[in-house]
């Protein structure tokens, strides 16, 4: 293999879920379908990475500044769903269930990774419920240990702004079957129980 392939093959493998193996075979894709996938996907990549920033609002990837989601009149501003990353607003959006606004961490809090509050965008999202707007933040931090550090970690910072503070239900899933689900899972979703 040529320095170009490789550099190609060690670049895809950065990508998550990629490893070598799946990077190779990407890699020779790409290159014995170059009209059709390589050549219009380098033009793609081009024109994202020159257009594509984040909203200096909530911190979502978009095109726009604020992005489509802060200027949407249809959306509910005093409602801010906090997650910790754009893939996670993504999801979410993808479930078509919140109809509020975002904000993005850019990560979770973490003692092994390193990862501080300072590391995070928790400044942002403070001088938002400063500023009045919002009435309700809801926590949708993954079910992690870092998740719920992080969300034990907000909720001490924003208690003293009155704002109502919410948090994700955790528990067994849609079609989810109980014999198949793990003890935390399970733990979680007794913990959450609500009343019928």
């Known amino acids: ?3 170009e392939i490789e550099r190609l093959v060690t670049l895809l493998a950065k990508l998550p879920g ?3 193996a799946s990077a190779r075979r ?3 894709r790409l290159l014995t379908r170059r009209a059709e996938l390589m050549l219009p996907l380098a033009e793609t990549l081009g024109a994202a990475a020159a257009a594509v920033r984040p909203c200096s609002v909530c911190g979502n990837l978009d095109t726009t500044e604020p992005c489509a989601i802060c200027v949407d009149p249809r959306r509910d501003q005093g ?5 910790e990353s754009v893939a996670d607003l993504w999801a979410l959006e993808r479930a078509g269930a919140h ?3 975002y904000h993005v961490l850019s990560g979770a809090l973490s003692a092994i990774g390193g990862i501080t509050p300072d590391d995070l965008s928790v400044g942002g999202l403070l001088q938002r419920v400063r500023d009045g707007a919002v009435r309700e933040v809801i926590l949708a931090t993954s079910a992690t ?3 719920q550090a992080t969300a034990h970690f907000l909720t001490d910072r924003l208690k003293p702004f ?6 994700l239900a955790h528990g067994v899933p849609v079609g989810g079957e109980i014999e198949r689900m793990d003890h935390g899972t399970l733990a979680a979703a007794l913990r959450a129980r609500r009343p019928v």
């Open 1 to 3: 293999m040529g320095p």
């Open 18 to 20: 990629l490893g070598p």
């Open 26 to 28: 990407i890699a020779v």
């Open 79 to 83: 409602l801010v769903c906090v997650v």
């Open 99 to 101: 109809h509020g606004s």
């Open 145 to 147: 240990v870092d998740g």
């Open 162 to 167: 009155g704002v109502a503070i919410t948090r």
